[in-house]
C-alpha cells in the first residue's frame, strides 16, 4: 500500500519562501511519477510540478523559475523549493505519486497524500 505524508506547509509573506516535503512508502515495485497537485484528486487541476520515472521534472508555466522539485531517492522523499512566493500560490498542496504507466498515458495520479496548506500573504 502506497503512502504519502506532506509536511512543510505554513504561512509566509510575499516574496518568501517554503520547502515542502513528502515522505512515500510502499512504492516498492516499478518506476513511478510523482508531483506536487493544488487542490486534491478529482479537481482536475494539473500539477505545478512534476517529476517523472527517470528524474525529469516539469513545470507549470506559472511557477516555472520560483518552484524546484526534487527527490531523495534512497530516503524516498519528495521536495518542492518553492521561492518568490505569490499570494496567488496559496492553496492546499497536495503529494500525489503513480506507476510511470499511468502518468505516460495521462490518467489522474493514482495516490494522493493528505494535504498541506500553503498561505502567502501580501
Known amino acids: 500500500q502506497v503512502e504519502l505524508v506532506e509536511s512543510g506547509g505554513g504561512s509566509v509573506q510575499a516574496g518568501g519562501s517554503l520547502r515542502l516535503s513528502c515522505a512515500a512508502s510502499g512504492m516498492t515495485h516499478g518506476s513511478y511519477c510523482m508531483g506536487w497537485f493544488p487542490q486534491g484528486p478529482g479537481k482536475g487541476r494539473e500539477g505545478v510540478a512534476t517529476i517523472d520515472g527517470d528524474g525529469r521534472p516539469s513545470y507549470a508555466d506559472s511557477v516555472r523559475g520560483r518552484f524546484t522539485i526534487s527527490k531523495d531517492k534512497a530516503k524516498n522523499i519528495l521536495y518542492l523549493q518553492m521561492d518568490s512566493l505569490k499570494p496567488e500560490d496559496s492553496d492546499t498542496y497536495y503529494c500525489?505519486?503513480?506507476?510511470?504507466?499511468?502518468?505516460?498515458?495521462?490518467?489522474?495520479?493514482?495516490?494522493w497524500g493528505q494535504g498541506t496548506q500553503v498561505t502567502v500573504s501580501s
Open positions: 500525489a505519486a503513480t506507476p510511470v504507466e499511468w502518468c505516460a498515458a495521462g490518467f489522474e495520479y493514482g495516490w
